[in-house]
Protein backbone atom coordinates (compact mmCIF):
# COMPACT_ATOMS: atom_id res chain seq x y z
CA UNK A 1 0.00 0.00 0.00
CA UNK A 2 1.06 3.17 -1.18
CA UNK A 3 -0.10 7.21 -0.52
CA UNK A 4 1.12 9.72 -2.79
CA UNK A 5 0.83 13.00 -1.79
CA UNK A 6 1.04 15.92 -4.08
CA UNK A 7 0.14 19.99 -4.92
CA UNK A 8 2.27 21.14 -2.25
CA UNK A 9 4.43 24.24 -3.73
CA UNK A 10 5.53 27.89 -2.61
CA UNK A 11 2.23 30.36 -2.50
CA UNK A 12 1.56 33.70 -0.96
CA UNK A 13 -0.25 34.59 1.99
CA UNK A 14 -3.60 34.66 1.02
CA UNK A 15 -3.25 32.18 -1.41
CA UNK A 16 -4.78 28.74 -1.96
CA UNK A 17 -3.89 24.92 -2.77
CA UNK A 18 -5.36 22.20 -2.79
CA UNK A 19 -3.59 18.97 -1.99
CA UNK A 20 -4.46 15.39 -3.17
CA UNK A 21 -3.56 12.10 -1.54
CA UNK A 22 -3.40 9.09 -4.33
CA UNK A 23 -3.48 5.52 -2.73
CA UNK A 24 -2.40 2.37 -4.45
CA UNK A 25 -2.53 -0.88 -3.16
CA UNK A 26 -6.16 -0.48 -1.11
CA UNK A 27 -9.04 1.54 -1.44
CA UNK A 28 -10.07 3.33 1.47
CA UNK A 29 -13.81 3.83 0.68
CA UNK A 30 -14.16 2.51 4.59
CA UNK A 31 -11.86 4.01 5.96
CA UNK A 32 -10.89 7.21 7.87
CA UNK A 33 -8.77 9.50 6.02
CA UNK A 34 -6.58 12.17 7.09
CA UNK A 35 -3.95 14.92 6.95
CA UNK A 36 -0.95 15.96 8.96
CA UNK A 37 1.62 18.42 9.08
CA UNK A 38 5.04 19.44 10.15
CA UNK A 39 6.43 22.82 10.27
CA UNK A 40 10.28 23.12 10.69
CA UNK A 41 11.37 22.09 14.39
CA UNK A 42 8.02 21.04 15.50
CA UNK A 43 5.80 17.83 15.72
CA UNK A 44 3.93 16.62 13.16
CA UNK A 45 0.46 18.01 14.41
CA UNK A 46 -3.31 16.74 12.93
CA UNK A 47 -4.70 19.03 10.18
CA UNK A 48 -8.15 17.18 8.83
CA UNK A 49 -9.60 13.75 8.54
CA UNK A 50 -12.93 12.47 6.80
CA UNK A 51 -14.57 9.21 8.53
CA UNK A 52 -16.55 6.36 6.58
CA UNK A 53 -20.05 5.44 7.38
CA UNK A 54 -21.85 8.74 8.38
CA UNK A 55 -19.44 11.04 7.15
CA UNK A 56 -17.79 13.51 9.61
CA UNK A 57 -15.16 15.81 8.84
CA UNK A 58 -13.20 16.83 11.87
CA UNK A 59 -10.32 19.91 11.80
CA UNK A 60 -7.57 21.32 13.92
CA UNK A 61 -8.92 24.64 15.32
CA UNK A 62 -6.16 26.66 13.59
CA UNK A 63 -7.36 25.46 10.09
CA UNK A 64 -11.64 25.49 10.76
CA UNK A 65 -13.09 27.60 7.94
CA UNK A 66 -10.17 28.03 5.83
CA UNK A 67 -9.41 23.91 5.21
CA UNK A 68 -11.55 21.31 3.85
CA UNK A 69 -10.94 17.58 3.40
CA UNK A 70 -13.14 15.72 0.83
CA UNK A 71 -12.48 12.00 -0.72
CA UNK A 72 -13.53 10.88 -3.94
CA UNK A 73 -16.18 8.06 -4.10
CA UNK A 74 -13.72 4.96 -4.36
CA UNK A 75 -12.09 5.96 -1.07
CA UNK A 76 -8.40 6.21 -3.90
CA UNK A 77 -7.83 10.08 -3.65
CA UNK A 78 -8.59 12.33 -1.00
CA UNK A 79 -7.73 16.07 -0.99
CA UNK A 80 -7.24 19.47 1.19
CA UNK A 81 -8.24 22.45 -0.05
CA UNK A 82 -6.51 25.26 1.61
CA UNK A 83 -7.80 28.47 1.02
CA UNK A 84 -6.72 32.30 2.52
CA UNK A 85 -3.29 30.35 3.52
CA UNK A 86 -1.24 31.85 6.25
CA UNK A 87 2.80 31.84 7.13
CA UNK A 88 2.47 29.38 9.85
CA UNK A 89 0.55 26.80 7.69
CA UNK A 90 4.56 26.33 6.15
CA UNK A 91 5.61 22.91 6.64
CA UNK A 92 5.24 19.54 5.08
CA UNK A 93 1.95 17.80 4.80
CA UNK A 94 1.26 13.95 5.05
CA UNK A 95 -1.55 12.06 4.35
CA UNK A 96 -2.67 9.24 5.90
CA UNK A 97 -5.27 6.79 5.88
CA UNK A 98 -7.26 3.73 7.95
CA UNK A 99 -6.88 5.00 11.20
CA UNK A 100 -6.70 1.96 14.47
CA UNK A 101 -6.88 4.49 17.15
CA UNK A 102 -7.51 7.99 17.92
CA UNK A 103 -8.25 9.45 14.64
CA UNK A 104 -6.24 12.70 15.25
CA UNK A 105 -3.19 10.34 16.03
CA UNK A 106 -3.13 7.15 14.91
CA UNK A 107 -2.98 5.58 11.11
CA UNK A 108 -1.41 2.59 9.95
CA UNK A 109 -0.79 4.10 6.08
CA UNK A 110 1.54 7.33 5.33
CA UNK A 111 2.34 9.51 2.29
CA UNK A 112 5.60 10.64 2.14
CA UNK A 113 4.92 14.40 2.33
CA UNK A 114 5.05 17.42 0.07
CA UNK A 115 6.08 20.74 1.45
CA UNK A 116 3.89 23.98 1.28
CA UNK A 117 5.73 27.09 2.13
CA UNK A 118 3.60 30.44 2.19
CA UNK A 119 5.29 33.28 1.71
CA UNK A 120 4.42 36.89 4.17
Known amino acids: VQLQASGGGLVQAGGSLRLSCAAS????????MAWFRQAPGKEREFVAA????????FYADSVKGRFAISRDNAGSTWYLQMNTLKSEDTGVYYC??????????????WGQGTQVTVSS
Open 50 to 57: STWGVSST
Open 96 to 109: AGHSNGDIRRDYIY
Open 25 to 32: GRTFSSST
